[in-house]
């Protein structure tokens, strides 16, 4: 009688989970200590972007950082949210440089910040005090000695045999442990370097800087400051003009003006002559209001808007009808020397395209340029002084720039067509140019649609080649800001920031940005709904 041995015990499947790689010490778990250097990192700049906002009174920074720091602890330090740990990067980049960027600007674009108003009210009141500045007649002269402290100037004064101490932010105050030299002046003060007298003189850069510090006598801006002319004697400078901060208002004492705070961010008197320095404030939609109701800028940017759609359309349809011919000449096998030709025709897209613009730029001058000597036979055209050259120049260059993208794209889309679909139309006796118009052109369209309407995007803010070419010119008469002929909005945009010099007005330039977003965002998307109807030709 045979016995049947027992079954054996079924064999567990349900291993311990495998701890990953960034939270082991051992083996190939090195990557945890790699983690913990890159979030050492990732906080450390944290704490210091968090001091910097703290320090500037930045509030919304401060928040939203603290609040980024915190996240990316958490997930990085605890076993769930595995997949945050590969989307967080992303998303802060996204924060960063997307959202706060867009955000800011919608802020920028409800105020008047711009020259004259780039501070605050404080900051308004202390620079038209400095801007009225007169020595005071019976001041002392006071022995000095220039303080530096990393990139920070200030200056020490005796008084009375006390050294007092201060920076353009920090009024005079007492320093204790100071120590006097020979010839008056202080030659040691606790927490800052005494700037030798014989870098005084022979630093010229230093000498300027000197010269224009002013130092507060106090808290109060009317008690005036100390300034120097040598560096080693300084006297009390009191303005013409003092503040009343309970009237919100500055009077001129030699004039008897009193200019008084308006809700524009001005200092306005009676007359309504107002003060240079202003501050920033909220005007809500007046920047807006300002694009279609203000004569002078509503003309402008009306004839700068027409010419960006002109500019935007034509540099999409004529690079792609002429990147289509050569793409269709040189998708024939009888052509020789196809590979050859085809490299030829797309330098232009592998040259710097900043480089073409400046390229043409000399080609067209009317004095040098060698467009008027070897096509116009040495005619004096003046491509860049007239509006309509420019503009036709400029759609030149920009032609010459794109084609031979659209040539590569377009020579891909060809070789990708169904050459069975081509021969059955001609069996049914359809010529080429009934094969172009209705299958070539319909399913080339299907391919490179989105690639139109992004190319209409990037040509709408193509800032670029108007820059380089011709810097937006030739100028507008009577512009109320430094426009031309062939500037688009973006170029404008940049023209009314003060980027490139004259009066800046950021919240104009702002509020313009966000209704050029608006147009090229709702352009693309009526543009991307409308392209799918020519997937019915497949």
Not at 117 to 137: D, F, P, S
Not at 145 to 168: E, K, M, P, Y
Not at 196 to 223: E, G, Y
């Amino acid at each position: 009688m045979t016995v049947d041995a027992p079954p054996a015990p079924p064999a567990t499947t349900d291993a311990p989970p495998r701890e990953s790689h960034a939270r082991r010490w051992r083996g190939p778990g090195w990557g945890f200590l790699v983690k913990l250097a890159l979030m050492a990192l990732v906080n450390a700049f944290g704490v210091m972007t968090l001091l910097s906002a703290f320090r500037a009174e930045s509030w919304v920074v401060f928040g939203g950082m603290l609040v980024l720091l915190l996240a990316a602890d958490i997930v990085y330090f605890t076993r769930r949210a595995l997949p945050l740990k590969y989307l967080v990067p992303g998303l802060v980049f996204l924060l960063v440089f997307q959202v706060f960027i867009f955000g800011y600007t919608a802020y920028i674009a409800f105020t008047n910040y711009g020259t004259g108003h780039a501070g605050t009210q404080e900051q308004a009141v202390e620079a038209a005090l400095i801007q009225g500045e007169r020595r005071v007649e019976d001041s002392p002269t006071y022995p000095l000695s220039v303080l530096q402290r990393g990139d920070q100037l200030g200056f020490a004064i005796v008084d009375d045999g006390d050294v007092l101490a201060g920076t353009v932010d920090e009024p005079l105050d007492e320093v204790r442990g100071a120590e006097i030299g020979q010839a008056g002046t202080p030659t040691e003060v606790p927490g800052w370097t005494v700037v030798p007298k014989a870098t005084v003189i022979t630093d010229a850069d230093l000498q300027a800087q000197i010269a224009a510090l002013r130092v507060p006598v106090s808290d109060d801006p009317n008690d005036g400051s100390i300034r120097t002319r040598d560096g080693s004697t300084g006297a009390v400078y009191e303005s013409t003009l003092v503040w009343d901060a309970a009237a919100q208002t500055i009077t001129d004492t030699a004039t008897g003006t009193v200019y008084t705070a308006s809700d524009s961010g001005s200092f306005v008197a009676e007359d309504g002559s107002t003060l240079p320095a202003g501050w920033y404030v909220n005007v809500g939609f007046d920047n807006f209001l300002r694009i279609f109701t203000d004569p002078a800028l509503a003309g402008t940017l009306l004839s700068v808007t027409v010419w960006t759609f002109v500019f935007a359309t034509l540099s999409v349809l004529l690079p792609f009808a002429l990147g289509l011919l050569l793409a269709l000449i040189y998708n024939d096998a009888r052509i020789k020397g196809r590979r050859f030709l085809r490299t030829l025709y797309i330098l232009p897209y592998a040259f710097p395209a900043f480089m073409s613009a400046l390229l043409f730029r000399g080609m067209f001058n009317a004095e040098f340029g060698v467009i008027n000597d070897l096509f116009f036979f040495g005619a004096n055209i003046n491509w860049l002084g007239d509006p309509w050259l420019a503009r036709a120049a400029v759609i030149w260059v920009n032609l010459w720039l794109t084609y031979p993208y659209y040539f590569l794209v377009c020579t891909g889309a060809l070789q990708a067509l169904p050459q069975d679909t081509l021969e059955a139309a001609s069996l049914d006796g359809a010529g080429r140019a009934r094969q172009l118009r209705s299958i070539i052109l319909p399913l080339v369209l299907v391919a490179t649609a989105p690639l139109l309407i992004s190319s209409f995007a990037f040509s709408f803010n193509n800032f670029t080649v108007i820059y380089m070419f011709n810097n937006g010119g030739p100028s507008i008469p009577g512009a109320p800001y430094a426009l031309g002929a062939t500037d688009i909005l973006i170029s404008a945009i940049y023209d009314i920031s003060g980027v490139s010099g004259g009066a800046a007005d950021y919240g104009l330039a702002s509020a313009l940005s966000i209704l050029v977003f608006a147009v090229v965002g709702g352009i693309s998307a009526i543009a991307f709904r409308q392209t799918r109807k020519l997937e019915e030709f497949q």
